[in-house]
């Protein structure tokens, strides 16, 4: 289906789910504000509060969570007046059409998810139906704003391959052409940012070493010591691009000092080939302090006025549903469900 009739526009979220880290930022926020800088699409960035409860969570942490993740945004870039930011929960439409989609994708799809696979583990039998079902609500937070492109990490490609499953199957069945085919925007150098004590995994706030990891609110001191302990190979650095395989702590390292300096892994290794971490380490720790310190200091003024915080989810959410309400009227129009005439 061609995407010609739907106007080019972009919604992606974060979980509330406490600790914004580094990964986010280079893997989600820095691209989200690209985006919005471009001019080339509407912008929808979103707080997904309800993904969030799929797992249990302490009602007064994921209260402040979902506000420091709202300041997080605004601190790395994001206009609330130039892009449309609020919390999933406050837009009701959203759970509506997941409903419908609930009634559109197969339980085999569904069962196919790496992630359903990897958060249930062994013990399926006790994880909530809403973590099964988490893909379905992933497809109705991008199709109900008719959202053209996606912004994902590698981990994410499949539930928007999964929600072009669902609009393709929606539109045959009901002989349309209403929901456009999204596509995953999976670009950038650090998209998938890893641990510093294991290079081999991502960069995680559930780890439960905190020197595996960058926090954004982590101080210059902090930021200094983890880069400084993170773990490396007693190898120099290569030219090369060719010179970082099978070294993932390396690479690692690289991708991340490449991200934040707004450049490509090989240009950096151009310029750094041949150093020893010794070297190279005090760089990237200037760099990180750099960019990270204004955000860090941001987020904490934000979060000193938890109320505008709260008047900004809420006038965003406002925008939100002037284009979700009637992409879902329309949707049950489609479907057959009755309702006021428009």
């Given amino acids: ?60 942490a994921l209260a402040r969570n979902t506000r420091e993740l709202c300041a997080g945004f605004i601190a790395a870039g994001i206009d609330p007046e130039r892009s ?34 990897d958060k249930a583990g062994k013990n399926r039998e006790n994880a909530s139906l809403g973590l099964f079902a988490y893909p379905a609500l992933m497809a109705a937070d991008i199709l109900i704003y008719h959202a053209t492109h996606v912004p994902v990490g590698e981990d994410q490609k499949q539930h928007v391959e999964l929600t072009r499953d669902i609009a393709a199957k929606f ?27 294991d290079g081999s995994k991502k960069m995680s706030k559930s780890d439960p070493s905190d020197m595996s990891r960058i926090n954004m609110t982590d101080d210059a001191d902090t930021i200094a010591k983890k880069i400084r302990k993170a773990r490396t190979d007693p190898d120099p650095l290569p030219s090369e691009i060719d010179g970082l395989k099978d070294r993932p702590e390396a690479r690692n390292l690289i991708n991340i000092y490449a991200a934040l300096s707004d450049t490509t892994p090989d240009k950096v290794l151009a310029e750094v080939g041949g150093k020893q971490f010794s070297e190279f380490k005090p760089m990237l720790s200037d760099l990180a302090v750099a960019r990270l310190a204004p955000i860090s200091a941001e987020m904490a003024r934000l979060m000193a006025d938890p109320a505008e915080i709260d008047r900004i989810l809420t006038r965003g959410a406002e925008r939100a549903r002037e284009i979700a309400a009637p992409i879902l009227r329309r949707t049950y129009d489609i479907v057959g469900m009755v309702g006021p005439a428009t």
Avoid at 9 to 28: D, E, K
Avoid at 87 to 114: D, K, Y
Wanted: net charge negative; aromatic share 12%; with cysteine.
């Fill in 1 to 60: 289906m061609s995407e010609s009739g739907f106007t080019p526009r972009v919604f992606s979220g974060i979980q509330p789910s406490g600790g914004l880290t580094l990964g986010n930022y280079l893997g989600a926020m820095k691209r989200f504000v690209d985006m919005q800088e471009e001019g080339r699409f509407e912008t929808i960035y979103c707080m997904v509060d309800l993904h969030a409860i799929t797992v249990w969570q302490d009602p007064a």
């Fill in 84 to 117: 449309i930011l609020f919390n999933q929960s406050q837009v009701p439409e959203h759970a509506q059409l997941a409903w419908i989609f609930n009634c559109v994708a197969r339980m085999g799809w569904m069962q196919r998810m790496t992630q359903w696979k």
């Fill in 171 to 197: 539109n045959h069945d009901y002989k349309v052409e209403f929901f456009p085919l999204c596509e995953p925007v999976i670009e950038g150098a650090a998209t998938r940012v890893m641990s510093l004590r």
